[in-house]
């Protein structure tokens, strides 16, 4: 038995990444392949991976193979889209192009209708796939607000394509809150009118994200926890009660991380490799960072870290408001990230207060994060709501305590220190307080303080498997049971 996956994405890595979503799609599809091709028992799984050809991969110097073009249907005429071919990844890799990819803007253009346009159309045109290859597809995984207009229209077509005829679908949700609002003329002119379901809000109608919700055979959450919040008004975004009617097909699988990349033993971006039986060699890349930032070289004062985007939602100002009520405690701290001017500026103002405690980096900077995880301490992840998570995963890999919020993924893969260390992972906090913030620091400070003590968590951290085949295996047993169900 063989499965015909078509999944779809707005970025994936190597091609082009700007968050979370890159590295998922990226990595899930070709898990998936691998783990399918070893198991002795079926199902087989064919997954094939469908992203825009957007500008910035063309700049990059990309060149996938052109194989053909088809139409796409808009109000105003036929669209062409451009199909092109890549299979260096090990799985088949096709970027669509067209006009309304072909802009010369950023992958996530600050216009919500030239994005509308892009997106809606390469839904579309994603649908138009399987036939132009003589494929069936049995199951369509879209991934955000970005692919929710391909589950939409598939499951309004009055007489499908051959190609497309039975077909199940996925919805994978990484990020509530985005939902693709402003776009509804797009959908209109492509022919999706918004949806007269009564379960979803007016608001809700005739927006991307919730109308793939709404007809999704199955809908994942990146994340367990995250499954069970957005059930909630906290977190649901206005679409809370209609979530609570579709449990029934809501579940979480947590996202995996890439356990090559980020790998103590190996990574050549750090200055001294290490591993669970030589974890004693990681203290040389903290001193490499104190003394790079012209910090005390202690090996008793912590160094802590902060590895963000700098927005409201990632919690940046409980951590720099909370250090303020630990100033009586020994501590250094090393700040990365871009973003938000305003969180910028405290962060900045934050090393002005604390000269010599506090360094800030605005930057992204990718060699200076992997020796940041390598050689700091703690790792500060304070998240207003965190659907996944993968920072908190590459801190434990290198030794590298966690102190997060306790919300969505951070709750699924930190295993909070109670009174007792046995197999804790980390530290979780459960209000968005700065104060609440500063107990659980000087906590994990005064463990500190106990070396052996700090040594079994960071063995604990770095044993646990965060490996992408148990999600591919949940996926792959996902995809099996829709199929079933409709034969």
């Not at 996925?170 to 007269?196: C, E, I, K």
């Not at 206005?238 to 947590?254: C, H, N, P, V």
């Not at 980020?262 to 750090?270: A, H, R, V």
């Not at 669970?276 to 790079?292: E, F, P």
């Amino acid at each position: 038995m063989t499965i015909n996956v078509l999944f779809l994405a707005a970025e994936a890595e190597p091609f082009i990444k700007v968050g979370g979503l890159g590295d998922v799609a990226g990595a899930l599809p070709i898990a998936i392949n691998r783990l399918s091709n070893q198991l002795d028992s079926s199902p087989k799984v064919d997954i094939r991976m469908v992203i825009p050809f957007h500008f910035a991969i063309k700049q990059r110097g990309f060149k996938p193979k052109l194989i053909g073009e088809f139409g796409v249907h808009n109000r105003k005429g036929i669209v062409k889209c451009q199909v092109y071919h890549d299979d260096h990844l090990g799985i088949p890799v096709y970027l669509l192009d067209g006009e309304p990819v072909d802009e010369k803007s950023p992958v996530y253009a600050p216009d919500p209708i030239l994005d509308g346009y892009k997106f809606v159309f390469f839904s579309m045109a994603a649908l138009g796939l399987p036939t132009f290859l003589d494929w069936r597809m049995d199951i369509l995984h879209g991934n955000d607000w970005h692919t929710a207009a391909a589950i939409y229209a598939l499951k309004n077509f009055d007489m499908p394509p051959v190609h497309l005829s039975g077909a199940k679908t996925v919805h994978t949700l990484h990020n509530l809150p985005y939902m693709g609002f402003g776009v509804q003329q797009a959908l209109m002119d492509y022919g999706l009118p918004p949806s007269r379901n009564p379960l979803l809000p007016e608001w809700a109608r005739h927006t991307p994200l919730p109308l793939g919700l709404l007809h999704a055979n199955q809908i994942v959450a990146v994340s367990p926890h995250y499954a069970e919040e957005i059930l909630t008004p906290e977190f649901g975004c206005g679409l809370e009660d209609f979530l609570q009617t579709r449990t029934s097909a809501l579940k979480g699988i947590l996202n995996g991380l890439d356990t090559e990349t980020w790998n103590p033993e190996t990574d050549s971006e750090i200055i001294q490799n290490f591993s669970i039986s030589n974890i004693v060699l990681r203290t040389k890349n903290k001193h490499h960072l104190q003394q790079k930032f012209d910090l005390l070289v202690s090996e008793e004062t912590p160094l802590l870290t902060l590895i963000s985007r700098m927005d409201p939602q990632k919690g940046i100002d409980i951590v720099l408001r909370g250090l303020q009520y630990c100033q009586d405690l020994p501590w250094q701290m090393i700040i990365l990230g871009t973003g938000d001017p305003s969180v910028e500026k405290m962060a900045r103002e934050l090393e002005s207060t604390y000269p010599d405690r506090v360094r800030t980096v605005i930057d992204f900077d990718n060699q200076l994060a992997h020796q940041l995880y390598a050689g700091a301490d703690m790792f500060m992840m304070p998240s207003r709501y965190e659907p996944c998570g993968l920072s908190q995963m590459i801190a434990m890999r290198y030794g590298c305590i966690p102190i997060a919020r306790a919300t969505g993924g951070l709750v699924d893969t930190i295993e909070h220190i109670s009174h007792r260390i046995n197999g804790g992972t980390g530290f979780l906090f459960d209000k968005p307080y700065p104060s609440t913030f500063a107990q659980t620091l000087r906590r994990a400070i005064r463990l500190y303080q106990r070396p052996a003590s700090w040594r079994k968590i960071q063995i604990n951290g770095m044993q646990t498997d965060f490996s992408w085949e148990k999600s591919a295996q949940e996926y792959i047993d996902t995809y099996q049971h829709l199929v079933q169900e409709q034969q």
